[in-house]
């Protein structure tokens, strides 16, 4: 199940991953040949040819050599190409994948599992990829051609294989069967102690505050103590490898020539000659190290099907928000109307664990809305399920008059900006983060979205100006400033619906209301939703929703809460009153 | 194996363009390698020249026997020849079983070799880095220096365990053989001679362009893990603007550019292996013919043997060419193996040889009780503290009890000498008074509490605890009379009680949970799955914010400091939650004197004093009302008309 998964990434390549084998087939047919034939012109030499012979045998053989050559030169690339390929069809696939994926599948997975997925698992397959088109066919082929060579080489000496190759293969089983899950157990061990190591760098403030330095050593000594230990023992298993290697070569080694002498002597070089002789030594070597690789092989192969489980993990999950088929789909908003009706949503739809229960609300094209609650009381979700970054467990959202999950994904989206609670600005230009929102927004548009969102002066206060390039995740700018820039990036996209998700939390109270004013007077026709903590941010809103454990508690105008809702009476409060008692 | 995670935290092994080894640097792994064994080293180094050495000799027996063979076959004269063959042969078992007994030794001893360096380079970079300032930490991103404890450590496991005992293997086969095939002809020696430093030509030409595709490649996947991190943290933001068909566009971008170099690095090194094994026997075949041609033509052989052309000695030879040849490749194979090792361990000594965190406090802080109204030392668990000052030129000692009164007077501090972070800071906190620094970011704020425990040395100035000055103090006294509750709470693996416990490792239970009571923990902790046995990783993401928050509270609480740093956290948290976390904090301030880094000014107000700082100079100075009437920088930041962040 998980090979299928994986095996319809290979596409393109295909060719290359069928060539790969092939050739290596010639070259392994080939290598096997040449000491067969050397045993032949070492014959002839012993039984005095001259130099044209002797030329003419070594002609074919230098032939055959670079046949070889070429074949396993081809290969090596084929087999890069299309192993290397593979794991970019891969990565590929899988960032396709969590693109269309909904909020609730990334959930699921947490970024950093996804990261890791995409790329370590992805070269462990990669590499184990190449393992299996090259050496796991050019091993057991080498082993049975070998052989094959050797029975009809040296006929009855070959047997000898018959009693070196299970004590190796054996030896090696054993061995692969008893240091596998001992070395995956210790690699966890080795994993823990490695995290313990993060741990103290990243708190080395803590343990210096605490003077911890001796503790810490201790506990390090111990854990680096256990894992030598492990590693020890598992690794004295695996040295069982090469000494038994050593053992069947050197049986083989003292059979032929013992054997082989009493061989060629009684028969006087009929049955087998001294250019045998040393041919099987050769093959002997053959037989025994294509052993020794398929082993490795399996080792691998084993480590890298972990990966590959949980790179089909990722390929096999089906995002839950899709949008409907294209010919039955809503191409265009009409207005930014709002409309809830008996809204229940659920994290992963468990209905037992709703975070918004029997929601009704109508917003008109164009109002201003205030939305304040306590942080979990479900105010986020709530404006999350008007783009469908999450979609509702029961009831129904409409925007503009149609259920949003009529439309075209893509248009509802582009019809409802959001300016989200946690801010992510991208690396790059100003120009080319504030370009996101809308992708040929002239200089003019930007100045304005900027003017309004009241980040131009910041912005020009800046090296460079729009050009003034933005860090990863934002770092070189404050809080503020950031906050700003989302904003005017929101704006930028001419939206039907704009959505503030405690988006001005970092910027002054002064510019917040600025903010708020310009919108009123620049874009009176978008609807505006307005989720604050304080209660001073939504005072001039049409109206102001509280929603309390999931459920909307009240709605009105400021002077309305004031008077008939407890929850935002209290809230009102406890912001303002430390401001009264200075005069404020 | 360890994940990697991040950008930046990925760097191959192996020198970066432009890096170099330095003089000495096998010698000192040499060294070092020998001190942690100075037994077993030598022995395996005596087991695995044993067993190499007698791994090249067959060739010595091939040669008499095909000799013996040569000579009788024609009679088919079996039992005439019979003794002289297994006298040969037997000779040959004795000494493979030599052999086998010294590879069956060595690679067992090899296991605990290896392992016991690792452990060691471990331990002593481990121990090493504890003990380095937070300058160090704070020059280097994490990803680098766990990068020594993975990377570099792995490199060095390679070489240690296979690199080193093939490179000697092969010295000891190569030396050997030659000596072998000197002995029987010269001619054919430099026929082989030739061949192979063809060989090694092209290994290193292709092990070259391979060595430089893989630093590219590794380069390129930095570069898309970090384009991924980015994307996938900031997908709510790629939806809402509905930017996925560009951020593929980029992401393949990133993704072709990678598969290029890895597959050209993959290239070169998949060729590597046919090169060498074809190469392997287009000498094979080379070495077949001349023989035969040497042999055919009837030359004059000259070697140390004084033996003539004959089958007997060439087939010897094409034995010896495979062996040369198979050594030459694993040579190569070694090559990079070992560079990459010694670029390992040249930054691990580089960490090794940093200078250590220096303290030549002589102050200490001792457990004290009184007795008749005179301060005296005690080995008893008293719970009164008083700092023991030796004075050199008087030869007495005088006992101040702990107080936690600080002065600072004057401080000039600086990062780096080009840019000062503070100038001329002046300030005192009684016991138990409140002290918030107040101020954008860089004002200093944060620096300021570096200091007090000494984590930088101040540049100018005097800081004073209890009156006495901090230089005088022994840091690791120092540091457990100021504790800390920093912003990124950091948490280490194991259990709730275990992580409380940090703050005094020799706390009761009991101890430790009335401190989580104190801390407003217990509540959140009761209800976990296992209580205070519930098993919490670093990053604990089973917890929240708020809640690692409340658990590094309780760590400072069992440590009961007199003096303490808040550093207030910047991310917001639930509401209920920040109101249990500050009724925490303040149950925690209760007696003590406390210095608040604050971040949002609601918590500052009840402060004895409010310090302003703008650019590393106090600007106002006051408490709340004070600096409200006086209508300046805190009187804009309170009415929100100036943003502190």
């Known amino acids: 199940m998980v090979i299928k998964k994986l095996v319809g990434s290979i596409r393109q390549f295909l060719p290359s991953t069928i060539a790969t084998p092939l050739l290596v087939s010639g070259e392994v047919v080939l290598e096997c040949t040449i000491p067969f034939y050397i045993a032949e012109l070492v014959n002839r030499i012993k039984d005095g040819a001259g130099v044209a012979e002797i030329a003419s045998y070594g002609g074919v053989l230098a032939l055959m050599a670079v046949g070889s050559l070429a074949f396993g030169m081809i290969a090596g690339m084929t087999c890069a190409t299309a192993s290397c390929g593979f794991g970019k069809n891969l990565r590929s696939d899988m960032y396709d994948r969590v693109n269309a994926f909904s909020f609730d599948n990334i959930d699921m997975f947490s970024t950093g599992s996804l990261v890791t997925r995409m790329t370590t698992d992805v070269t462990n397959v990669q590499n184990a990829f190449m393992m299996l088109t090259r050496v796991a066919v050019r091993a057991p082929f080498m082993l049975i051609f070998a052989l094959i060579m050797a029975f009809r080489l040296a006929g009855r000496m070959a047997w000898i294989f018959v009693v070196v190759v299970p004590i190796l293969a054996g030896t090696l089983i054993m061995v692969a069967s008893r240091a596998m899950p001992l070395f995956r157990r210790i690699f966890k061990k080795y994993d823990r102690m490695n995290e313990s190591i993060e741990e103290n760098i990243s708190g080395i403030r803590v343990v210096k505050s605490f003077v911890r330095e001796d503790y810490e050593e201790e506990k390090f000594g111990i854990a680096a103590e256990e894992v030598r230990k492990d590693f020890t023992k598992a690794e004295k298993i695996l040295a069982w490898n090469a000494p038994v290697m050593q053992f069947c070569l050197y049986v083989v080694m003292a059979f032929t020539l013992s054997f082989g002498s009493y061989v060629v002597i009684t028969s006087m070089g009929s049955e087998i000659d001294v250019g045998q002789i040393s041919a099987m030594l050769t093959y002997s070597f053959m037989v025994l190290s294509s052993l020794m690789m398929m082993s490795m092989i399996f080792v691998m192969i084993t480590l890298a099907s972990e990966s590959a489980a949980r790179i089909a993990e990722v390929l096999e999950a089906r995002s839950d928000i899709v949008s409907p088929d294209p010919e039955n789909a809503v191409e265009s908003v009409a207005d930014g109307s709002i409309e809830f009706t008996n809204v229940n949503y659920a994290y992963s739809g468990n209905p037992d664990n709703n975070v918004l229960t029997g929601i009704n609300l109508k917003i008109g094209s164009g109002e201003t809305v205030g939305i304040i609650g306590s942080t979990g009381s479900g105010k986020s979700s709530l404006v999350q399920l008007i783009p469908r970054l999450y979609d509702v467990t029961a009831g129904e959202v409409k925007v503009g008059g149609v259920n949003v999950k009529d439309y075209d994904l893509n248009v509802l989206r582009s019809a409802v900006a959001m300016v989200l609670q946690k801010n992510v600005l991208f690396e790059g230009t100003i120009a080319e983060n504030l370009r996101w929102g809308n992708p040929d927004a002239t200089m003019e548009e930007m100045k304005e979205a900027a003017h309004l969102a009241c980040a131009d002066e910041f912005i020009d206060s800046k090296e460079g100006g729009y050009d003034y390039r933005i860090d990863h995740g934002g770092a070189n700018i404050s809080g503020g400033q950031k906050q700003r820039l989302c904003i005017a990036r929101a704006l930028l996209a001419k939206p039907k619906i704009i959505i503030f998700d405690d988006s001005t939390s970092a910027v002054d109270t002064r510019t917040d209301a600025m903010i708020r004013k310009g919108m009123r007077q620049y874009i009176p026709e978008t609807t505006k939703l307005i989720i604050a903590q304080r209660t001073a941010s939504v005072e001039d809103a049409d109206k102001i929703i509280v929603i309390d454990s999931g459920r909307i508690s009240a709605v009105g105008t400021h002077e309305e809460l004031l008077n008939n809702s407890d929850i935002y009476r209290e809230i009102y409060e406890s912001q303002n009153k430390g401001g009264d008692d200075d005069g404020r | ?645």
């Open chain 2, 1 to 645: 194996m360890a994940g990697n995670h991040g950008p930046g935290r990925r760097r191959g092994p192996g020198l970066a363009p432009g890096e170099r080894l330095s003089k000495g640097i096998v010698k000192r792994v040499v060294k070092d390698i020998f001190s942690f064994y100075p037994v077993m080293v030598p022995a395996v180094i005596a087991c695995i020249m044993t067993s190499s050495l007698i791994s090249s000799m067959p060739s010595i027996f091939q040669q008499k026997i095909i000799a013996v063979i040569e000579r009788s076959y024609k009679s088919g004269d079996w039992a005439g020849v019979r003794g002289e063959i297994f006298r040969y042969i037997f000779i040959l078992v004795v000494l493979y079983v030599i052999s086998l007994a010294c590879t069956f030794a060595y690679t067992r001893m090899m296991a605990t070799v290896t392992q016991g360096t690792l452990k060691q380079m471990r331990v002593k970079l481990f121990n090493t880095m504890e003990k380095l300032p937070i300058r160090f930490f704070d020059r280097r991103q994490v990803g680098d220096t766990m990068s020594l404890y993975t990377n570099d450590i792995d490199a060095l496991r390679q070489m240690v365990s296979q690199s080193f005992p093939q490179t000697l293997n092969t010295a000891v086969m190569v030396v050997t053989v030659i000596c072998i095939m000197l002995y029987y002809s010269l001619y054919m020696t430099l026929v082989v001679f030739a061949g192979v430093f063809a060989m090694f030509v092209i290994t290193r030409f292709v092990g070259g362009g391979s060595a430089k595709f893989f630093f590219k490649q590794q380069q390129a996947i930095g570069k898309a893990e970090g384009y991924i991190q980015e994307t996938i943290s900031g997908a709510k933001v790629v939806k809402v603007f509905c930017h996925e068909d560009e951020c593929r566009e980029q992401f393949e971008r990133l993704n072709d550019e990678l598969f290029s170099v890895s597959s050209k690095a993959n290239k070169y090194a998949n060729i590597l292996g046919p090169i060498l094994n074809n190469m392997g026997n287009i000498l094979y075949v080379v070495v077949a013919i001349a023989g035969g041609i040497f042999i055919a033509s009837g030359a004059r052989n000259i070697g140390i043997s004084g033996m003539d052309f004959s089958i007997s000695l060439v087939i010897p030879f094409l034995g010896m060419t495979r062996m040369f040849c198979g050594q030459i490749g694993q040579i190569s194979m070694q090559i990079n193996a070992i560079v990459a090792g010694l670029a390992g361990c040249e930054r691990i000594y580089r960490v090794m040889d940093e200078n250590a965190e220096q303290d030549e406090g002589y102050v200490h802080l001792v457990n004290v009780k009184e007795e008749d109204g005179v301060i005296v030392e005690t080995d008893e668990q008293t719970r009164m503290w008083a700092w023991k000052h030796p004075h050199r030129e008087e030869g007495t000692i005088t006992y101040t009890p702990l107080r936690g009164d600080i002065v600072l007077d004057g401080v000039d501090f600086s990062y780096d000498p080009d840019k000062q972070i503070l100038y001329d800071v002046s300030l005192y906190a009684k016991p138990g008074q409140k002290i918030a620094f107040v101020g954008a970011t860089g004002a200093g704020k944060t620096t300021v509490t570096n200091l007090l425990n000494r984590f930088y040395d101040i540049a100018d100035g005097k800081i004073r605890y209890d009156g006495i000055n901090i230089n005088k103090i022994c840091k690791t006294d120092l540091r457990h009379a100021v504790g800390i509750v920093l912003q990124d709470t950091n948490l280490f693996t194991g259990t709730v009680m275990e992580n409380i416990r940090y703050g005094k490792l020799d706390a009761s239970d009991d101890e430790c949970i009335a401190a989580a009571k104190l801390a407003g923990a217990h509540d959140f902790i009761s209800h976990l799955p296992e209580g205070y046995n519930t098993v919490i990783s670093g990053n604990a993401a089973n917890l929240s914010q708020g809640q690692r928050q409340l658990l590094s509270i309780a760590r400072v609480a069992v440590a009961d400091p007199p003096v303490m740093i808040l550093d207030e956290a910047t991310s917001s948290i639930d509401t209920r939650t920040e109101q249990i976390v500050q009724a925490g904090m303040d149950a925690l301030m209760k007696g003590r004197t406390t210095f608040v880094i604050a971040h949002r000014l609601s918590t500052v107000k009840n402060s004895n004093v409010i310090i302003v700082l703008d650019k590393g100079h106090i600007i106002e100075r006051g408490d709340h009302n004070e600096l409200i009437a006086a209508k300046g920088q805190y009187y804009r930041l309170y009415t929100g008309a100036f943003e502190l962040e």
